[in-house]
Structure formats: structure tokens, C-alpha cells
């Protein structure tokens, strides 16, 4: 497969030039930095550390994600309690309630798509490098819809009386607030989404390190959540 990492790209035309040119000034970033393991490790743990520390808004975003996620996993506990004990359920038809949870990640992956279709249209106006906050329309919207969901959730699934379908269609409006995730953990789809991509454009250093600090930092926060559940 063809290489597509900027870094190493931008490394091989540096060394393709120095060849041709015989000229040994021209380096790329990635050559220059430093692969010992001190080096390794001040960019994959101190400097996440260091910009936690630093950066307010990296430091908001990593909470927000962190209690959101909490919220999830407590949310997802609630299934069973909901459809089993209340309604008489067994276990697998309780599983069937999952499936609105996935359309609703589908929808919220379409939300997703269409809220970053002015950004295409910024990059000439901006010299291909519009505001960062633009990323954040998608959480804009689907903030309350996750809010709502819970409530919808808690307030239809408590009572017995009210028929299972209600409770069951509220998985579908949390479900496009997120989406799982190929971490094994879940991500908020349309929120997250939007905040992350917000961050590695802030923090963008050729290695997406505002990503991954979002996402260490959020792991740790996270970590415990199965434990508790």
C-alpha cells in the first residue's frame, strides 16, 4: 500500500531533494526529532501532561468527554433494569433495544457529515486553515439531544404502565449523540466527533497530539467506569 503519513512523506521528499540537489540543509520535522527514549517518552507522556496542565480548553474538553462517557456507561446499565425487571423481557429481546441505539449512531454520523460541509467551503477564504470553532456546530446541536434522551429514557422506562416502544424510541435520539468506537470504549458520535476534531486542528503538530491527548487523558478519566457499572 501506498504511504499516505504526512510526516514520512514530507521526509522522503526531503531526502529525495538532499539527493538530487546535493544540497544537505533540506530536513523534514521527523527527522530532526528526537527517537531516543527520552525523547519518546517526553512526546507521549509528559507533553500530554504538560498541555493538560496548560491549556484550559483542552483540560474543559477532556471533562466534558470524561462525565459524558460516565454517563453513558451508567446509562447503558439502566437496560436491564428497564426492560427485564419492569417489563418482563428476556435477555435477548433486551438486546434488541441496542439496534436504536445503532441507527441513531448512523443518523449521528450523517448529522456529522453534513455540519462539516461549510468547512470545505471556508478553506479557500482562510487559506486552508478556517476557524478551529467551526468543528464545533456538531456538538452545538447534539448536546440537548443527549440531555433529552436521558430524560426521555428515566422518565418513559420507570413505569410499567407505559408501553415498551416509548422508552425503546429514546435510544435512537442518544444514539446520535454517539457512536461505538474502535477503542472498545464509546465515543459521542456527533459531539465528540466535534470536539476532537476541534482539538487536533487547535493542537495540530504534525502528529495530531491534541487527539491523542484528548483521548489518553479521557481513558484515564474513564478507566473505572466498567469497574463501577
Request: aromatic share 14%; charged share 20%.
Given at each position: 500500500m501506498p504511504e499516505t503519513y504526512s510526516p514520512i512523506l514530507l521526509a522522503k521528499?526531503?531526502?529525495?531533494?538532499?539527493e538530487t540537489t546535493g544540497d544537505i540543509k533540506f530536513y523534514a520535522p521527523h527527522e530532526k526529532a528526537d527517537c531516543s527514549l527520552r525523547g519518546i517518552l517526553?512526546?507521549?507522556?509528559?507533553?500530554?501532561?504538560?498541555?493538560?496542565l496548560t491549556e484550559p480548553i483542552l483540560s474543559l474538553i477532556v471533562i466534558y468527554l470524561s462525565i459524558i462517557c460516565g454517563m453513558l456507561y451508567s446509562l447503558l446499565e439502566t437496560f436491564p433494569i428497564i426492560w427485564q425487571d419492569i417489563r418482563g423481557f428476556k435477555s435477548h429481546e433486551t438486546s434488541m433495544i441496542f439496534l436504536g441505539l445503532g441507527f441513531g449512531a448512523v443518523l449521528?454520523?450523517?448529522?456529522?457529515?453534513?455540519?462539516?460541509?461549510?468547512?470545505?467551503n471556508l478553506m479557500p477564504k482562510w487559506n486552508g486553515h478556517p476557524p478551529c470553532e467551526m468543528n464545533l456546530y456538531g456538538a452545538m446541536f447534539a448536546g440537548p439531544f443527549?440531555?433529552?434522551?436521558?430524560?426521555?429514557?428515566?422518565?418513559?422506562?420507570a413505569y410499567a404502565l407505559i408501553p415498551w416502544w416509548v422508552p425503546a424510541l429514546s435510544t435512537v435520539m442518544l444514539g446520535m449523540s454517539y457512536a461505538a468506537s474502535a477503542l472498545a470504549a464509546s465515543m459521542i458520535y456527533c459531539w465528540s466527533c466535534s470536539s476532537t476534531f476541534h482539538t487536533t486542528d487547535v493542537y495540530w503538530t504534525g502528529d495530531t497530539m491534541g487527539l491523542h491527548t484528548c483521548n489518553v487523558f479521557l481513558s484515564f478519566f474513564f478507566f473505572y467506569m466498567?469497574?463501577?457499572g
Open positions: 521528499k526531503a531526502k529525495n531533494i538532499r517526553r512526546r507521549t507522556i509528559l507533553r500530554p501532561v504538560e498541555m493538560m449521528g454520523g450523517f448529522l456529522q457529515l453534513y455540519f462539516a460541509r461549510p468547512m470545505k443527549f440531555v433529552g434522551g436521558i430524560l426521555w429514557l428515566g422518565w418513559t422506562g466498567p469497574i463501577i
